[in-house]
């Protein structure tokens, strides 16, 4: 399913597409949000790795990341924004609580994604920090509660 947002791409969970994007379990560094009172939350990664999740329908097979997620975010229940910022063009791959994936590649501007989720399903998100070209760079991960 397409999204309104330019670059922006949401594929419900279901049938093969959810079996070809990386496994959503526990990992990374964790964000929780359930006693935070501040609404934007900045964390440091390494955007992209070793892994290019080609046969991921929603990354159309683009980008370089990390195996695991770089960080799990609980305590969703607001609106909600995901933006990378780094030294090299960055992506978002998000796996969301209810099962569908995100995925954004300049919808930030100009080598920042943005993952903007307007209705949270309760549950952990997780999400990785990829780069456009394969390689790696120093990133940061902004989560905005309430939509940014």
């Known amino acids: ?22 496994e ?3 990992g990374g560094t964790l964000i929780d949000l359930t006693e935070a009172s501040a609404t ?6 390494i955007a992209g790795g070793p892994v ?3 046969a991921c329908a929603a990354t159309a097979g683009r980008g370089s990341f990390g195996r695991e997620p770089d960080f799990s975010i609980a305590g ?11 030294d090299c063009d960055t992506l978002l791959l998000v796996a969301a ?23 949270p399903a309760p549950g952990p998100y997780r999400v ?15 989560v905005e509660r309430g939509g940014g």
């Open 128 to 142: 990785w920090v990829g780069t456009v070209d394969r390689g790696s760079c120093r990133a940061r991960l902004i």
């Open 24 to 26: 959503a379990g526990p």
């Open 76 to 86: 969703v229940a607001a609106p909600l924004a995901l933006r990378s910022e780094g």
């Open 40 to 45: 934007t939350h900045r964390a440091q990664a």
């Open 1 to 22: 399913m397409v999204r309104g947002l330019p670059g922006l791409i949401l594929f419900l969970a279901g049938g093969a597409m959810a079996s070809t994007c990386p």
């Open 97 to 119: 609580a209810d099962g569908g994936w995100y995925f954004d590649d300049d919808g930030g501007g100009a080598d920042h994604a943005l993952v903007t989720i307007a209705e």
């Open 52 to 54: 290019t999740f080609a």
